[in-house]
């Protein structure tokens, strides 16, 4: 179902061709204040401006902001050594790219970002290629509340030969322009539960049988996790500002809420809150030491930012192994896993439970130490004969 | 009349050996406090040193620290759609570099930044090149005060192929070594009040007729922009002593009131003061949405820091359209502009005036939120037809 | 005897191989907290994990987190100019890159870094390269606690083409797993008590017969300075956490101490302690005034980090000649210095002891504002005839 969402080159021209046509009619309007609820309609395509052609200035910054040390996109030699011509970006690279793309024109006004679905890693991107985006709307869903409601999305990222290099199902909370606007709309889609196994893209050039351990430092391999297995991560990272704030524009990403102190002095939190992307990058850095052997994402399944975080919070990170998935190769395996990220707390010192039952309200919620949770799933070598 | 300023190869072996000779003079002071009021003259040249080639890493940062999105510095394939080969630094990024070059020669020991004329943007610089400038002193001046001079300086970056890529004239207030130096020097050289629209460099393979907006996302062309229009951004951005501190280390600006706390601590404003440049990045970066497809900085006409601005203060920007300049080209035009800077006040939500009367000098000063006042003018497409 | 711990290819091969084997044995173990004192042996060697390739981003940001400024590593014309193909990274980042290849292993537990012996800088490192690093363990030494000991080893750095780039000797105060271990051990190797000139590796392709001054900037040649003068730097740096974040995640060093707030709040310094060589960095891209011809850095002949630095401290320098060392070239002689860096004092204009005597325990120390003192020998070229 997803392929629907790859536009062939003619239907971009056509599509190309409408947007110019609309953008005539728009020509007085010098500044927008991004779209809102009522703008939103099913079967709407934005064909997302900017588009951004990776660097490696790009890449040392990706190392730099999060901590990443996986050896596929810092070591050409090890790159070459599993069949590719050069290192390609980090899997994040490429998603952050593609979703700062579609902020301008998606989620500029949205307090939260509730859900992600059938995330996909598709083409590996590598420095030069330049990334572009477009989003189609799936539906929209009032809320019990008067002030917000509910966009589903569809993004796919292309490289500049119109190959998908990404794409995602995405939900998110988005302002009403006017309270007062009752649409009675109620279509949530249905979306994958999981990326199906079938769809998981390896790169064709990837051969994983002279796999070199030495390369990541990990002494595990596929058959060496259990399902029901947890792994600790000794790694706590504190964020500031400027670092997230740096990471965030260098994705072009324009959330109003990342940068703007004088705006956000008067919000809930008092501060800037971390674009939760950068959380997804920092708790997967953090989680090398025990997976130091995954060697790309595949995919999201789901995924939660059940907490905000703000500059000063030190992030920790576990992983619960959810399974082992054989993908009919001698070389490798797919792994699904649950990495969950954590502020201020250290979970090897310290358990907590990820969700406690609220009392008041008579369900359960995330502890509020509890920022990430994500469900997702690695290529991982399987251990030399 | 600034041509007189490009030096052919051969004046610049001649001057390269003069600087040697006084060199040779000098060797056996180690370190220099830079250059004082009683040290310029009339007709003096400074080689700046340090030949800084421009990269890949620079252009990231440049990015991650100001939150700039204009695709032509960022995307290769857009670049290529009008004409260059790859895409060309931003024009900001190049005088950071020049300006960088000129500071341990010229501005070491000056206060403050007084002002420019007929900033010039020249050949595109691309990565890989590498830039250096040369500064010739045009003449001084006292004042009232004891402790401080103004010089008046023009100033010239060149590639490595010796062609000139900016140039500018600039003013500064310069400390004395000693107060009771009296030089009666009463020169002020007479400065272009413009830009000549003659001298606008539009690169020759630049061709802007298959332009294309989706790439930009902007709807507005050069017909559109009206004299006397305003055109508000929506951005703010917070600026951290860590990003000020790290962009003007990038252009190796050494002016020691960026980076020295301890030297600050105890200055009128306790603290470290933002490199100039740096705001007019951030304010140029804010002032896309409703100038995207602005695709060059052709030159500034004048500018003036108004105010001082620290790190936590958030930045603003509105731009007046001052004129609309037709080259004689069907697809492009160019606009003056006058960009407005402006700390911790958002213009859109709470009016303010750019200048208010100061009822004890009885004079007009600008509005202490105000931290930019920048006339400038850009090249903008014209409306395909 | 260093050559000693250059392996060939073919004792490359064995080693990994034999490491292999270790590997499969401890697959059930899925996160390390790093060795303990317990863990070290005279002879074991580590081949340490997560090759890394460096790149034009790496060269940006050491500039922008350090304020360098020698034109050798950021302008490829000047680089050519002395015989080099292009620009050669700077050395600091070579050894940034293989310090921190070794911390998993060798300092993961290491509460201080005693000291280094006999550091080289030996093929020069470019962007492209790709850079791997291995650590022999010499011996190890109980002392007067039950929680610590001393343990010594020796680190090269490779290239691709398994040309040594970097060795250094370096020995570490490392934390005892357990309190209780008596290991009676008391062996600390003898080490060279500076690098033999002999040792110093000239690059091949070096040829500084017709060094250009003007594009350092620099008055003084090798035949100025003279044994017992002292240079006094201007420049001072405000380093911020983010800043010193920054750098250390750049080299994947993952020692927790630089990045854990919630950790160090109940250290004894309530927060992170910055990188050692991050303050090697910063005080020797202070030292550019005033050595601004010196070429390259040839070793380290021994350095202390005297204090530890925080967030928000300012760093000045200065530079004691210690020796003119004629290395029977034209072109350049050595200069072996001692560079050191203070905190939150000006030197110039408040004189500091380097050591004063501790009335208690009647012996010398460092002044507590001192935070590095460097034993180095550097590359001058000779004044041209």
């Given amino acids: 179902m997803p392929g629907a969402y790859l536009p062939t080159p003619a239907d971009l021209r056509v599509q190309f061709a409408l947007r110019f046509a609309a953008l005539d009619l728009m020509a007085t309007k010098k500044t927008t204040e991004g779209n809102f609820f009522e703008d939103f309609a099913a079967g709407q395509v934005f064909h997302h401006a900017i588009p951004r052609t990776v660097t490696d200035g790009d890449v040392a910054l990706y190392i730099a902001l999060t901590g990443d040390r996986r050896p596929l996109h810092c070591s050409s030699e090890f790159a070459r050594s599993l069949g590719f011509e050069r290192a390609p970006i980090h899997d994040m690279l490429t998603f952050h790219i593609v979703f700062g793309r579609a902020v301008p024109d998606v989620s500029l006004n949205s307090p939260a970002n509730l859900g992600y679905a059938d995330v996909r890693f598709l083409t590996p991107v590598f420095t030069g290629d330049t990334l572009r985006a477009q989003t189609k709307v799936l539906g929209r869903r009032e809320t019990s ?8 999305v569809h993004t796919t990222g292309y490289n ?14 988005v302002n009403k322009r006017d309270t007062n606007t009752k649409t009675d709309e109620d279509f949530a889609p249905e979306l994958p539960a999981e990326v199906a196994t079938g769809d998981f893209l390896i790169p064709e050039q990837l051969d994983l049988s002279s796999f070199d351990p030495v390369a990541t430092g990990g002494d595990a391999f596929w058959e060496d996790y259990e399902a029901g297995e947890r792994v600790e ?15 965030t524009r260098l994705y072009q990403n324009t959330a109003r809420v990342h940068f703007n102190q004088h705006l956000q002095k008067s919000s809930r939190l008092g501060t800037r809150i971390i674009y ?20 790309r994402i595949l995919g999201f399944n789901a995924g939660a930012h059940a907490n ?4 000063g919070d030190t992030l920790y990170a576990w992983t619960d192994v959810l399974k082992r998935i054989d993908l009919g190769r ?3 395996g797919a792994l699904r896993l649950r990495l969950v990220g954590v502020k201020n707390i250290d979970p090897r010192e310290e ?5 406690s039952k609220d009392p008041e309200r008579d369900r359960e919620s995330y502890n509020p130490n509890v920022v990430l949770d994500l469900d997702y799933t690695v290529l991982m070598p399987k251990r030399p004969a």
């Avoid at 509340?145 to 589903?152: A, C, F, K, Q, T």
């Avoid at 950068?278 to 953090?286: D, E, G, K, L, R």
């Avoid at 090398?288 to 052997?293: A, F, I, K, M, V």
């Avoid at 358990?351 to 969700?355: A, M, T």
Wanted: aromatic share 8%; charged share 25%; hydrophobic share 40%.
């Fill in 308 to 311: 905000p975080t703000i500059a």
């Fill in 160 to 173: 500049q030969r119109e190959e998908p290099v990404l794409q995602f199902y995405r939900w998110a909370m």
């Fill in 276 to 295: 939760g992307g950068h959380i997804i990058s920092v708790s997967h850095a953090n989680s090398y030491d025990g997976l130091e052997n995954a060697i």
């Fill in 145 to 152: 509340r008067d002030d917000v409601g509910i966009v589903w």
């Fill in 351 to 355: 358990p907590i439970e990820l969700k």
């Fill in 330 to 332: 001698d070389d490798a």
């Fill in 233 to 247: 991560h000794p790694q706590g990272i504190t964020i500031e500002d400027a670092e997230h704030q740096m990471a």
